[in-house]
């Protein structure tokens, strides 16, 4: 199962040599490596050495420490290949081209729709992916996590209202395993509410006539207004402020 919430500024997981850095990732999870021991000599000697400049010119005029370090690496470098290869991208509809990426195309292709009704789930900020454990489905292999482990693990739940406290969101427990949406998402809110308090054009820049220090918060807050304020409409809010 994987689990990504908004990916990294710049969008940079779109770029092929950083992109793939989100997989080996996958293998390399709570990965801890330790070389094998060289002779002690040879250890002595290597931890007498401090950067990778010196050892190496140290090792070039002395092949016992070059191939011993060679030999102490190697168990690592097994271990990382191994894990490595066992990550595989999967295909799920070799019909479909790389420069096919619109939703209409997309919509088109059966296997994949199917594909993401029953391994997927998308939000605004989070993308999910789980095996589905079906033994007769033809993409993903059977989990290797034990059934019942399998089974308890479910998508990540949207942030959603408690029940009897619409000010604060449901504990955890009081939501995972259960379906929910993302609508009750803190910038969807503030998109639905803020679209009533007030004309279009209004909250710009250049409308801002004056600054308020707010009591409770501390931040300072803009006064909008259409048109220019008078002197008037100066003295009339400067009052309204410090009364
Ligand atoms: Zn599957
Ligand atoms: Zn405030």
Not at 28 to 46: C, H, I, K, N, P
Not at 78 to 106: G, K, P, V
Not at 118 to 140: A, D, E, L, P, V
Not at 172 to 196: C, L, R, W
Request: aromatic share 6%; charged share 25%; hydrophobic share 35%.
């Amino acid at each position: 199962m994987l689990i990504a919430m908004r990916t990294a500024p710049a969008q940079s997981w779109t770029n092929p040599a950083e992109r793939i850095m989100s997989i080996l990732n996958l293998g390399l999870q709570g990965v801890a490596l330790l070389r094998d021991q060289m002779s002690s000599e040879m250890e002595d000697l290597f931890s007498r050495k401090n950067t990778l400049e010196e050892i190496r010119l140290v090792a070039k005029n002395n092949s016992q420490l070059e191939s011993e370090l060679r030999n102490s690496i190697k168990s690592i470098q097994q271990f990382l290949n191994r894990q490595t290869e066992r990550l595989a991208i999967i295909s799920i509809d070799s019909t479909l081209r790389c420069d096919e990426t619109t939703q209409s195309i997309l919509q088109q292709y059966s296997d994949l729709q199917n594909f993401i009704q029953t391994h997927w789930q998308i939000q605004t900020y989070s993308f999910q992916i789980k095996k589905c454990g079906n033994i007769k489905c033809k993409i993903c292999n059977m989990p290797r996590t034990p059934q019942e482990v399998f089974e308890s693990l479910d998508f990540l739940p949207d942030p959603t209202p408690a029940a009897h406290d619409s000010d604060h969101y449901a504990n955890f427990s009081m939501v995972y395993n259960k379906p929910t949406t993302d609508e009750h998402q803190p910038s969807k809110k503030i998109a639905a509410t803020g679209t009533e308090r007030g004309p279009s054009g209004l909250y710009i820049n250049t409308k801002v006539r004056e600054f308020i220090t707010c009591n409770e918060c501390s931040k300072v807050r803009c006064l909008f207004s259409g048109r220019q304020l008078t002197e008037q409409d100066g003295l009339e809010i400067q009052h309204a402020i410090e009364n």
